[in-house]
């Protein structure tokens, strides 16, 4: 019986209701979980019947309106596949490298090289590799797709939790180890809500340009074979090289719909999810909300399946390793012979390798005539000046807007989606227009690569500088707002040193992005026309359709080395004074 205050009435029949619709609305819910994991098996058993297929390179590219849905489809598993590779990749680099101090600055020099070394430079090693490790299915020529719109999302995602690791407060970890949590504890209890932030930002950074470089990964040229994939970056590709405009705009909205939908059911609910995992001694006031998260938390099956499943297993997990651990407490620690033996073959396995790929490398290098190597230096110099400038003017809007987005979850609303749609949409779709227009205004495309870097590479920028302003401790905003800080003195005492190691995150995956991107932006098909202007990414993709390998070797391996060069001089010490001077602690 329902006890109700003194003067309060309610009538039965509200009050049935009231009950009805507590009780049906988790019953709606599960319902709705239910059929999209119905509708998730559907789409495997669809995708597995193409990929077991016979292989095929030659699609014609439909650009009739009614066959975009099956190419979104096909484009949104491929780029989905490549997030979840792209994320697996970068917990496990992330982590060796900041606890490994041996391999540390080896491993961040790897980082370094990767994400310079544009999509088109992997593209052959990667396709024959996997044609040939899959031979007579669709597979092959997918996963190599998978791989190279891997190659364009993997590396930011790593640096971030890299930074993260190497930021996380020295009282957290003492705490961690005062209560003897094992690897695995730690990691899931400690580093990884740690970086949830940044993770979740950069992770969008990292699927947007996945849709960036989408045309370049499933229709290319590569020696005498035209591959092309069905899918959304094709159609898109194909339309742009007719002319179709009409074409462009229904690739376009398809695309943006499909942005819009993975923002409001995918990253709104991480993002108002991850807001727990704020670095902060008082909550704040303003948090981010997410009716579909709501739903999700407050569904009667998925309670059912945590309570019985998922924490049962862990704990079990967590039991197993805690007496684990204990029984290796009580026996000495001992190298076994095995153990070093074991060290020393996979060394010398891997010195193998690589003395291999190097000789053929050499080989390959030589056949390239001198003046060509001085074209390519030249070439260097010109692209390296664009990129200066793509970084020069990305930041001086993006780290402003970045941080207003950052502090005001109302902002945040309306501006994330926008952001997502800006930095998702191919600019090689849009180009042609934006090539006009500076043509009109008296440039060229010397000019307008400067452009299509930008509308590239800005991103990386803005979205770490708003991880930074969301991560940005409550009370520190609060002490700002009790001693009346100016708006100068908020920027020099709280907003820059918070933020500086998200900051530097950006500019470092910005500047491997924006050389990455040189490849689309100095060379760029127009209605059957190729255009063109000196440049080392215009090298590059020449190189590619022509199947001249050794001139791609030898201006994938300079692009590389002066990234790293600039990195080493220039972003490492700089991230040296972010992790350390402003690192936050209580």
């Given at each position: 019986?329902?006890?109700?205050?003194?003067?309060?009435?309610?009538?039965?029949?509200?009050?049935?209701?009231?009950?009805?619709?507590?009780?049906?609305?988790?019953?709606?819910?599960?319902?709705?979980?239910?059929?999209?994991?119905?509708?998730?098996?559907?789409?495997?058993?669809?995708?597995?019947?193409?990929?077991?297929?016979?292989?095929?390179?030659?699609?014609?590219?439909?650009?009739?309106?009614?066959?975009?849905?099956?190419?979104?489809?096909?484009?949104?598993?491929?780029?989905?596949?490549?997030?979840?590779?792209?994320?697996?990749?970068?917990?496990?680099?992330?982590?060796?490298?900041?606890?490994?101090?041996?391999?540390?600055?080896?491993?961040?020099?790897?980082?370094?090289?990767?994400?310079?070394?544009?999509?088109?430079?992997?593209?052959?090693?990667?396709?024959?590799?996997?044609?040939?490790?899959?031979?007579?299915?669709?597979?092959?020529?997918?996963?190599g797709a998978i791989i190279l719109i891997f190659t364009g999302q993997a590396w930011n995602i790593a640096y971030s939790f890299y930074a993260s690791l190497k930021a996380i407060p020295r009282e957290l970890t003492e705490a961690a180890r005062i209560?003897?949590?094992?690897?695995?504890?730690?990691?899931?209890?400690?580093?990884?809500?740690?970086?949830?932030?940044?993770?979740?930002?950069?992770?969008?950074?990292?699927?947007?340009?996945?849709?960036?470089?989408?045309?370049?990964?499933?229709?290319?040229?590569?020696?005498?074979?035209?591959?092309?994939?069905?899918?959304?970056?094709?159609?898109?590709?194909?339309?742009?090289?007719?002319?179709?405009?009409?074409?462009?705009?229904?690739?376009?909205?398809?695309?943006?719909?499909?942005?819009?939908?993975?923002?409001?059911?995918?990253?709104?609910?991480?993002?108002?999810?991850?807001?727990?995992?704020?670095?902060?001694?008082?909550?704040?006031?303003?948090?981010?909300?997410?009716?579909?998260?709501?739903?999700?938390?407050?569904?009667?099956?998925i309670s059912h399946l945590r309570q019985r499943t998922l924490r049962p297993v862990s704990e079990f997990f967590y039991r197993t390793s805690y007496k684990r651990r204990a029984i290796q407490h009580q026996q000495p620690a001992s190298d076994s012979?095995?153990?070093?033996?074991?060290?020393?073959?996979?060394?010398?396995?891997?010195?193998?390798?690589?003395?291999?790929?190097?000789?053929?490398?050499?080989?390959?290098?030589?056949?390239?005539?001198?003046?060509?190597?001085?074209?390519?230096?030249?070439?260097?110099?010109?692209?390296?000046?664009?990129?200066?400038?793509?970084?020069?003017?990305?930041?001086?809007?993006?780290?402003?807007?970045?941080?207003?987005?950052?502090?005001?979850?109302?902002?945040?609303?309306?501006?994330?989606?926008?952001?997502?749609?800006?930095?998702?949409?191919?600019?090689?779709?849009?180009?042609?227009?934006?090539?006009?227009?500076?043509?009109?205004?008296?440039?060229?495309?010397?000019?307008?690569?400067?452009?299509?870097?930008?509308?590239?590479t800005q991103w990386y920028i803005l979205f770490n500088v708003i991880a930074g302003a969301i991560a940005i401790p409550s009370d520190l905003r609060e002490v700002g707002r009790l001693f009346r800080f100016s708006t100068v003195e908020k920027w020099?005492?709280?907003?820059?040193?918070?933020?500086?190691?998200?900051?530097?995150?950006?500019?470092?995956?910005?500047?491997?992005?924006?050389?990455?991107?040189?490849?689309?932006?100095?060379?760029?098909?127009?209605?059957?026309?190729?255009?063109?202007?000196?440049?080392?990414?215009?090298?590059?993709?020449?190189?590619?359709?022509?199947?001249?390998?050794?001139?791609?070797?030898?201006?994938?391996?300079?692009?590389?080395?002066?990234?790293?060069?600039?990195?080493?001089?220039?972003?490492?010490?700089?991230?040296?004074?972010?992790?350390?001077?402003?690192?936050?602690?209580?």
């Amino acid at each position: 019986m329902i006890q109700l205050p003194a003067g309060f009435h309610l009538r039965r029949d509200t009050l049935a209701r009231s009950v009805v619709v507590r009780r049906s609305w988790p019953v709606f819910l599960d319902l709705c979980v239910a059929g999209l994991l119905l509708a998730c098996f559907y789409a495997v058993v669809q995708i597995a019947r193409y990929w077991n297929s016979t292989p095929r390179t030659d699609f014609a590219i439909s650009l009739s309106p009614h066959a975009l849905p099956m190419y979104a489809f096909f484009s949104i598993v491929r780029i989905g596949f490549a997030y979840l590779l792209s994320l697996a990749f970068a917990l496990i680099y992330g982590y060796i490298a900041a606890y490994t101090p041996r391999l540390e600055g080896l491993m961040l020099a790897c980082l370094d090289i990767l994400q310079s070394i544009p999509v088109l430079s992997f593209l052959p090693g990667v396709m024959l590799a996997m044609v040939a490790l899959v031979p007579g299915h669709q597979l092959g020529i997918e996963m190599g797709a998978i791989i190279l719109i891997f190659t364009g999302q993997a590396w930011n995602i790593a640096y971030s939790f890299y930074a993260s690791l190497k930021a996380i407060p020295r009282e957290l970890t003492e705490a961690a180890r005062i209560y003897n949590f094992s690897p695995i504890q730690r990691f899931f209890h400690l580093e990884l809500p740690f970086a949830t932030i940044g993770l979740i930002w950069n992770s969008m950074v990292s699927v947007a340009g996945g849709w960036f470089f989408l045309m370049a990964c499933e229709m290319f040229i590569l020696g005498s074979r035209d591959f092309r994939l069905p899918g959304l970056g094709s159609y898109l590709q194909t339309a742009a090289a007719n002319g179709d405009f009409r074409a462009i705009t229904y690739g376009l909205l398809t695309m943006i719909a499909i942005i819009v939908a993975t923002d409001q059911l995918l990253w709104r609910p991480l993002i108002a999810w991850s807001d727990k995992f704020k670095f902060e001694q008082t909550e704040s006031s303003n948090r981010v909300s997410s009716p579909l998260l709501h739903l999700l938390q407050h569904s009667t099956a998925i309670s059912h399946l945590r309570q019985r499943t998922l924490r049962p297993v862990s704990e079990f997990f967590y039991r197993t390793s805690y007496k684990r651990r204990a029984i290796q407490h009580q026996q000495p620690a001992s190298d076994s012979t095995v153990q070093k033996v074991l060290r020393y073959v996979a060394a010398g396995l891997f010195i193998g390798i690589v003395l291999f790929a190097a000789t053929h490398a050499i080989v390959l290098l030589r056949e390239v005539q001198p003046r060509q190597i001085g074209m390519i230096f030249l070439g260097a110099g010109a692209t390296f000046l664009r990129v200066f400038a793509a970084l020069l003017i990305g930041s001086a809007w993006t780290i402003p807007a970045g941080v207003a987005i950052g502090l005001h979850p109302r902002l945040a609303r309306i501006a994330q989606p926008l952001a997502q749609i800006a930095a998702s949409v191919p600019a090689t779709a849009v180009f042609p227009v934006l090539l006009v227009a500076i043509v009109k205004a008296g440039g060229g495309l010397g000019i307008g690569s400067i452009a299509l870097m930008l509308l590239g590479t800005q991103w990386y920028i803005l979205f770490n500088v708003i991880a930074g302003a969301i991560a940005i401790p409550s009370d520190l905003r609060e002490v700002g707002r009790l001693f009346r800080f100016s708006t100068v003195e908020k920027w020099k005492v709280i907003i820059l040193p918070s933020i500086f190691p998200y900051l530097i995150t950006g500019l470092v995956t910005a500047s491997g992005g924006a050389w990455n991107a040189s490849i689309v932006a100095e060379y760029f098909r127009l209605k059957n026309q190729t255009l063109s202007t000196f440049g080392l990414g215009a090298q590059i993709s020449a190189a590619t359709d022509a199947g001249q390998f050794p001139v791609l070797l030898w201006a994938t391996i300079v692009m590389a080395l002066i990234v790293v060069t600039i990195n080493r001089l220039l972003w490492r010490p700089i991230y040296r004074i972010a992790e350390t001077r402003y690192k936050l602690s209580a």
